[in-house]
């Protein structure tokens, strides 16, 4: 059974986990905003979101693209928790509801697996902090960061914000 002496081993484990989802996260960002990593470029990301509904689509190709490139690099610095989770969490909620719920859970489908994921990680994050090697405890803001009320605000309000587009949504033009 693994016991922990101190804070470090989960600390060091924190890190390295907001490295592999901020990092992943990031990078999805940068296949909207810039065609990287094999991505689809504003341009196709523009037009997909046209055909679910988001109009105009550029504007939303771009609002989703910067919202996933910067969530994800808070988390990866670990910086400003817990707003970098709560906008991850927003986006998944609007990408599950648009494009996968109606493939089920596994991501081998499109489902939701992903999404689900995601914004697991994130939760744990805001409600959890960032741990020792962060950027916020560098600068001494980590214990003001993590005032419950605080955490609940920054998660409803990334909640409210996926909510919100999907209510501007219109029909979309093709089967989702």
């Given at each position: 059974m693994?016991?922990?002496?101190?804070?470090?081993?989960?600390?060091?484990?924190?890190?390295?986990?907001?490295?592999?989802?901020?990092?992943?996260?990031?990078?999805?960002?940068?296949?909207?905003?810039f065609g990287w990593f094999e991505g689809p470029g504003p341009v196709a990301a523009a037009?997909?979101?046209?055909?679910l509904g988001f109009?105009?689509?550029?504007?939303?190709?771009?609002?989703?693209?910067?919202?996933?490139?910067?969530?994800?690099?808070?988390?990866?610095?670990?910086?400003?928790?817990?707003?970098g989770p709560a906008a991850m969490i927003g986006v998944m909620l609007v990408a599950a509801q648009t494009a996968h719920v109606k493939n089920g859970f596994f991501a081998q489908k499109g489902g939701v697996e992903i999404n689900?994921?995601?914004?697991?990680?994130?939760?744990?994050?805001a409600m959890g902090g960032y741990g020792r090697y962060s950027l916020d405890a560098a600068f001494g803001v980590d214990e003001a960061l993590a005032n419950e009320r605080l955490v609940w605000a920054a998660v409803a309000g990334g909640v409210l914000g996926g909510l919100a587009a999907l209510s501007r949504r219109q029909k979309p033009l093709a089967p989702e």
């Open positions: 693994l016991r922990y002496t101190s804070g470090m081993n989960r600390d060091f484990g924190l890190l390295l986990a907001r490295g592999a989802i901020g990092l992943s996260f990031a990078a999805h960002g940068t296949q909207k905003a037009g997909f979101l046209e055909n109009k105009p689509g550029a504007r939303y190709a771009a609002l989703t693209a910067y919202s996933e490139i910067v969530s994800g690099l808070l988390i990866t610095l670990g910086l400003g928790a817990p707003a689900v994921l995601y914004s697991g990680a994130a939760l744990a994050f």
